[in-house]
Structure formats: structure tokens, C-alpha cells
């Protein structure tokens, strides 16, 4: 850690290597893409002179719009060397392109038109009156840039959610970014013959963090693909020989379902360690990959807040415990009890941190910070104790955030748009457990006396307006929803009180309709759009999906080839089934499902 204080900001990171070996490959990419530290550099600071050159000073908040990949990596680089970088999910729709942006307080919007989600971003910078500059690194001549940006100055800013409101803003200094790189790199032991394959997306705190900045400090290499796809994995390890990858839970649960198609490949590579973190990794799953891939598997525990790693269970010879997240792998740690004092060993508490790699404060935020902060420890708002050896285990947590698979969605922001339709009560969203996700998202609505809402249009209603991970699975509908002893709604409580703690995905599927599709899909009709979309699947995935309960996404599918199955479905049935609806829906059979009630409602008119 001794050297850490001397790096006083990224460029200072890439500058070191760039000096020691300036051909060293710092990004990699399928397709034989291959960026030295010499050339990062460059670009780093050629487009801090673009930056400069389009009005903008030193510090300056860039809003960041781009899709996985090399120009996102480089982007965030460069806009952190000379501002502060703000990376936004290309996922966002308008409105919510627009809230970031504003709570930002953004100046630019560095974007590429040509992903097939620009008209989103596009509208929203565009109303908000702010300048777009595109991701061209190439060709770009150094010059005399700005004093490039460190120490405490704040290099990112990245929203979470938190128990209750809109997301916060967490700005994170480079002196944050640095020592949690730097204790990544060591937990890892990385060396600059590493390269990680960066499937974890460059908007989120576990990509930059543990892909990108702790490849760098060791002066290894980033694999940037152009996101996660499962088909392609076992192409990209052959191709690109990666040493080690982290990824969430369901990715790697996406990568087992692939296993089969590639047998021996899975071994005899240059992994030696893959890593998990941003949710809860069952053990089941951390045996099968170790089994497959025949490594170790570290599961490691981090938050936005504390730049990432917080905990990580070691690689061998030390022993790693299942189930736990292991030993502190960053800022101090501690289990503290309501009243700020240290638990007993195996006593369970809140989990607090603090240290270099710990923000300050959310932005903008006093009201929250003062609750956040007690005597200089930040409060997780997670729940956890340490056993007799000094591992963590995590065993659940005080926020309501909603952890669907990794990604941190506030509940709040989905009652909201779901307040907005007419008819709409009040509205609730929650968790419910989910044997693939961890997580997935329900919601409790109460109708105005007199009207009668249908679950697939409020879903719709807010796939429309938020991102499509964030429409709830299911929605229940409920006289009144039910509330504690104070009269307040126990948010946490709801998955219990309405009896969805427990229930396996079919239930789910079932809960809280007042229509099913039960009959439809026991009818021969059922079984007719069963087979069809078997038929179609493999038409359009060019493989045989095997059972029905495999999802679209493991079997190769993305938006693009939703989008195809969408048009299928309409030459052959003539009716349309929105492609938001079948990735939601995810498997044959609850496609097949999809297609029942589109086919039901079909030529009647919408009484929703």
C-alpha cells in the first residue's frame, strides 16, 4: 500500500506503466483490438485536450453514455483524468436519462449515436440543452492538456440506491479509486501478465473497480468485449486467454448453462482464478464452476460506497469458506450493534466500514449523510457477523433496495411511475426471492373504488418508462395493502405478509393473478404455442433450447434476437407479443404463456 499514496490520480496509474513498458497491452478486445499503455496514454490525454477544446474546464462533470467496450473504458479514463466521469446504463429511457443527468448537474454528455438506444439519450440531452461529444479516441494529438486531476479530487460519480427515495449520487476521489485498486490487485495477486475478460458492464462500480482500475494498477490487462454474451464466452477465452474473470451471480449461472456445448474447453486454459461478487453467490453454483473450471472460486463482497471490494475470500493456499464472504479485502470493517458498538464474535450486526478507499458523503445529500455516518463509520444498512476465523457472512440487510441479480434498483422509483397510471391507488414495490436472480421484483397496487386494472399492462406501463429490468415480475392486486402496528408499510415484510418469501418461480408466475393462463396452457392450444415457440427458438438461436425451463438469455438469445422472435411470432400466429413481455417472460413456456394472453386480447378492445 506504501506506493499507493504516491499514484495521486488515474493518469498518474497509466503514466507509470506507459514509462516502464509503453507496449505493454493495457486493453484487449475480440477481433484482435489491442491498446498499449503507450497509446492509452495518448488517448487519455488527447481527449482531455477535445474536452478542453469544447468549452469545458478542469472538473467538470461529463455524463457518459456508452456501450461495452474499448470506448467505454477509454472514455471513463480520460473523463476522470480530466473531470469527473458520470457512466450511465445505455438501458435508461428518456426520463430516466434525464433525472441522472439533472441530479449530476452534468455539463457534456459523451455518447455514441450509433447504438440502437441513442434516441433515448438523445431527447434527454437535447431538452436539457447539453453539449454531446462522441467517443473518438483516435487520432488525437496530446498537446498542452490541463493539470490532470487526483488525490481528492472526485474522479466518479456513480448513483446508488438506497432504503428509501431516488438514487443518491456517490462521488468517489481518486485516492478512493486508488487504494481500492490497489487492494484488489493485492487480494488477487495480480501481475502484468494477467488479463481479465471485463464481462461486468463499465457503468458499474464492479467493472471499474475490480476489472478495469485493478487490472491497471497491476499493469496487467482489461479483455473488453462488447458485453456480456454467454454464447461467446467460451469463444472469447479461446481466442483472448484470459487469467481470470469477476462477474455477478447470474452471469456466471448464464455460463453453466452453456457448459455443455463445450465440454473439455472449459479446462486447459490460462484461468487460475475466477472471482464473484455484487450479490450473493449460492454455493451450489461456486461448486459447479470450481468443478467446471477446475480453479478457485473467491466470492467477494463491495458496495459503490466503498469503491467496490470490501471483502474476498483468498486464493490458495489460504482457505476459502463457502457461503461467506471472507476476510476484510479493503476499507476497515466492523459489526456494529444499533448503538455503535462492537458485537461479539458470531453476533450478528449492522456492517459498517471505513478508510481511504470509503467516500465522504453522497452528493448533496446533508439529511442522509448525518444518518449514513455515525463516529466516522459509514453504515452498510447490511446485516452480518464474523465467525471465529475472521470471515464474513453476510446474512441480510436493513435497505430495501431491490438486488435483482446485482443490479441495485430503489423501489421507490418504481411505485412512483406505477402512481402515475389512472386507476392506480396506491402502489407498492418489493422484493420476492428468485432461485436465478437471488431477487426479482413484485408489486402490491390497489385499484381506485370502481376500476379494474390487468397486471400485463402496469408491467408495461413501467417497462415503458424505466429500464426493462425494473418492471415487476408480478404485481399484486389487494383491497388495501397491509401495513404495521404504526400504521406504516413494512416494505421488507410485504414478500412475507402476502406469503411470496417462499415460493418457487411457477408460483410466482401464479401469485396475485386474477387471470391466469392455467388452462390456456394445459389446453391443446397451450401446448400448440409451446411448440411454436420451441420451433421459432431454434430457428432463431440456430440450437436446440433443450428443456423448457432454460431461459432465452442462457440459451444465446439478446434484445436483438427478441426483437427477431417478436417478428416470427407474428408471421406465424399473426399476433403481437411486445419483446419487452417475452424477455420478461424468459422461458418457452412463459412465452408461450405471453403468446396465450396476447392471443386472448387480440381484436377486443383494451378495457385496461
Known sequence: MGETAKLVGIRELIRRWAERDAAAPALLAPGGYRLSYGDLLEAVDGFAVRLRASGLSPGARIGMVLPDGPDAAVGFLAAASFGTAAPLNPAYREAEFIFYLEDLKAE?????????????????????????????????????????AGGDDVALLLHTSGTTGRPKAAPLSHRNLMCSAARI????????????????PLFHIHGLAAGLLASLHAG??????????????????????????TAAPAMHQAILARVRDHGERTRGGRLRFVRSSSAALPVAVLSELE????????????????????????????????????????????????????????????????????????LDRPEVNAQAFVSGWFRTGDLGYFDADGYLTICGRLKEMINRGGEKIAPREIDEVLLEYPGVAQAVAFSVPDARLGEE?????????????GERALRKWVADRLAAFKAPKRIVFLED????????????????????DGLE??????????????????????????ALMRRLW?????????????????????????????????????????????LERSTMRGMASALAEASEESGSEDRE
Not at 119 to 144: N, T
Not at 481 to 500: D, E, N, S, V
Not at 505 to 527: I, N, Y
Open 505 to 530: 418461480d411457477e408460483d410466482l408466475q401464479r401469485a396475485g393473478r386474477r387471470e391466469t393462463t392455467e388452462t390456456a396452457a394445459a389446453s391443446p392450444a397451450g401446448e400448440a404455442g409451446l
Open 220 to 245: 496487467a490487462s482489461l479483455i473488453c468485449p462488447p458485453g456480456f454474451r454467454a454464447p461467446e464466452f467460451f469463444g472469447w477465452l479461446d481466442e483472448l486467454e484470459p487469467t481470470w474473470y
Open 185 to 200: 490487485a493485492e487480494t488477487l495477486r495480480l501481475e502484468p501478465g494477467d488479463r481479465c475478460l471485463g464481462i461486468m
Open 291 to 362: 468443478g467446471v473450471f477446475g480453479v478457485p472460486v473467491l466470492e467477494a463482497y463491495g458496495m459503490t460506497e466503498a469503491s467496490h471490494q470490501m471483502a474476498c475470500n483468498p486464493l490458495p493456499p489460504a482457505q476459502r469458506k463457502a457461503g461467506t464472504v471472507g476476510l476484510p479485502a479493503g476499507p476497515e470493517l466492523a459489526v456494529l450493534d444499533a448503538e455503535g458498538r462492537s458485537v461479539a464474535q458470531g453476533e450478528t450486526g449492522e456492517i459498517c466500514i471505513r478508510g481511504e478507499s470509503v467516500f465522504s458523503g453522497y
Open 108 to 148: 457534456t454528455v459523451v455518447a455514441s449515436q450509433e447504438d440502437h438506444r441513442a434516441a433515448e439519450w438523445m431527447r434527454a440531452a437535447a431538452g436539457l440543452g447539453l453539449p454531446v461529444i462522441p467517443p473518438a479516441f483516435d487520432g488525437l494529438e496530446a498537446g498542452e492538456g490541463s493539470v490532470p
Open 441 to 453: 421484483i413484485a408489486a402490491a397496487v390497489v385499484c381506485s373504488p370502481g376500476v379494474t386494472l
Open 538 to 582: 431454434m430457428e432463431v438461436l440456430h440450437c436446440d433450447p433443450g428443456e423448457a425451463g432454460v431461459g432465452f438469455v442462457e440459451a444465446g438469445g439478446d434484445s436483438v434476437t427478441a426483437t427477431q422472435l417478436a417478428a416470427r411470432i407474428w408471421e406465424e400466429s399473426g399476433v403481437e407479443v411486445p419483446v419487452w413481455d417475452l
Open 481 to 500: 395493502i397491509p401495513k404495521g402496528a404504526t400504521g406504516k408499510i413494512q416494505r421488507l415484510q410485504l414478500a412475507k405478509q402476502l406469503g411470496l
